[in-house]
C-alpha cells in the first residue's frame, strides 16, 4: 500500500512564503505523474498544478507565477514553493499520484 505525505504547511501573513513537500512510501514517487490539489472550506477541490514524472509542469490560472512546482529525483519528492501568497489560498493542500493522496497540510493566509 503507498502512503503520500505532506509537510509543510503552516499560517502565514499575505504576502509570505511557504515552501509543501511530498513523499511516498516505498520509493515509488519517482514514477508517478503528479499533482497539487487543494480545497477552502465550502468549495470544491480544485487544481493547483502538476508535474510529470519527466518534470514538466502546468499550473491553474490563479497560481501562474506565484506557485512553481518541482521535484528532485535524488531524493524521491516533490515540492510546490507558494509565494506572494493571498487571504485566497488558504486551504487544506493535498498531494496526488496516480489513485493516491496524500491526508493534506493547512495552508492559512492571514493577518
Known amino acids: 500500500q503507498v502512503q503520500l505525505v505532506e509537510s509543510g504547511g503552516g499560517l502565514v501573513q499575505p504576502g509570505g512564503s511557504l515552501r509543501l513537500s511530498c513523499a511516498a512510501s516505498?520509493?515509488?514517487?519517482?514514477?508517478?505523474?503528479m499533482g497539487w490539489y487543494r480545497q477552502a472550506p465550502g468549495k470544491e477541490r480544485e487544481f493547483v498544478a502538476s508535474?510529470?514524472?519527466?518534470?514538466?509542469?502546468n499550473y491553474a490560472d490563479s497560481v501562474k507565477g506565484r506557485f512553481t512546482a518541482s521535484r528532485v529525483m535524488a531524493k524521491n519528492v516533490i515540492f510546490l514553493q507558494m509565494n506572494s501568497l493571498k487571504s485566497e489560498d488558504t486551504a487544506v493542500y493535498y498531494c496526488q499520484g496516480e489513485q493516491y493522496w496524500g491526508q493534506g497540510t493547512q495552508v492559512t493566509v492571514s493577518s
Open positions: 516505498g520509493g515509488v514517487l519517482n514514477i508517478m505523474n
Open positions: 508535474i510529470t514524472r519527466f518534470g514538466s509542469t
